[in-house]
């Protein structure tokens, strides 16, 4: 179980990586639902990254050979060569998902590796790259495919040079994405890749993913106001920030979810001060930062953290 848990985190640190406009990038189309974005490397190189290692160590202190076993066998350094990445959907549904990563200078031995898979398929596309399709099943068992590409980014402009992995459920999307890659000057940069930022994403349409996720009931009064949410991880110094932005519907509909969000926050630190075990809970909440500019559509919910007092949190929580 431990192993199990360990390699979920890992996959979520490396491939994790969601838009819901086109921000400066065509491989994300303009009606995307969602989409997340990330940097697997820098997150991984990130001290945010090196504190979830550290405390993975403790529980399986072989996570680095691990991580080491891995590269080599996708012959890819999962430490620093996978570059941005972006995962998005048309729809919440799982067929409308996508993703493209810039997975660096070489593709590794991952051409090889799906040939082995079974029920594997391919074919040649505008005769310079190989469209991988594999057999994939959703949670109630229905079948269907994935068909993923690995085209090379050509030019001088960002990306050169590296290769792009493109996955979609529609072998046409795939085969656009590989279009773009190769002929478009199409860039991932809804991110800077100078900057702190480490995870990115946008949601439209929260009613729809309540429903989606199979919430019981309808979705609640908050979600049908919401048009759109914006969440960002970001790392400053010796730092870290988290932001979630939501937009409503009209300013009156902001003003009411930001007084349901205050008196919330204020509710939950006033029952976590008085129980010393829930100290810490009462620490986060003094932290975040809930903001609502009147006449303005936007609320917006800010957390603050020193890594000293991170790690102060986490001890704390560690030994409840």
């Known amino acids: 179980m431990k192993r199990l848990i360990v390699t979920a985190t890992l996959t979520l640190m490396t491939l994790a990586s969601l838009p819901v406009s086109a921000q400066d990038t065509t491989l994300v189309p303009e009606d995307a639902s ?14 945010l990254g ?32 996978l570059g941005q990445t972006i995962l998005f959907g048309t729809g919440y549904e799982r067929r409308s998902f996508a993703l493209v990563s810039d997975i660096g200078p070489t593709s590794g031995n991952i051409n090889g590796l799906l040939l082995a898979a079974p029920g594997y398929d391919s074919s040649v596309y505008r005769e310079k790259v190989i469209v991988h399709s594999l057999p994939s099943e959703d949670k ?19 990306g050169a040079g590296s290769y792009y992995l493109v996955a979609s459920f529609d072998p046409q999307r795939t085969r656009d994405m590989i279009d773009q890659t190769l002929d478009a000057n199409a860039s991932l ?23 989606v996720a199979g919430a019981d009931g309808p979705p609640s009064a908050v979600a049908e106001m919401v048009q759109r949410a914006h969440l960002s991880l970001n790392e400053v110094g010796d730092s870290v920030s988290g932001e979630l932005t939501l937009t409503m519907v009209d300013s009156l509909r902001a003003q009411q979810v930001f007084e349901l969000m205050r008196g919330g926050l204020a509710m939950v ?6 129980n010393p075990e829930a100290q810490p ?10 903001q609502h500019t009147p006449d303005d559509s936007d609320v917006t919910a800010r957390i603050d953290c020193s890594y000293d007092r991170l790690e102060q949190i986490l001890e704390t929580l560690n030994g409840m």
Do not use: H, Y
């Open 34 to 47: 969602f989409t997340l974005v990330t940097n697997p490397s820098k997150v991984m190189q990130s001290r």
């Open 281 to 290: 809970i009462a620490d986060i909440g003094r932290m975040i930062n809930i």
């Open 189 to 211: 940069t809804p991110l800077d890749a100078n900057g702190g930022t480490l995870i990115e994403a946008w949601f439209n349409g929260l009613p729809e993913l309540v429903r």
């Open 50 to 81: 090196q504190t979830i290692l550290d405390r993975i160590r403790v529980e399986e202190p072989q996570v680095d050979e691990m991580i080491d076993e891995l590269s080599e066998t996708v012959g890819i350094d999962l430490r620093s060569s």
């Open 269 to 274: 630190q006033l029952v976590a001060t008085a």
């Open 140 to 158: 109630e068992g229905n079948a269907d495919r994935i068909f993923c590409a690995m085209p090379k980014r050509p030019g001088s402009g960002p």
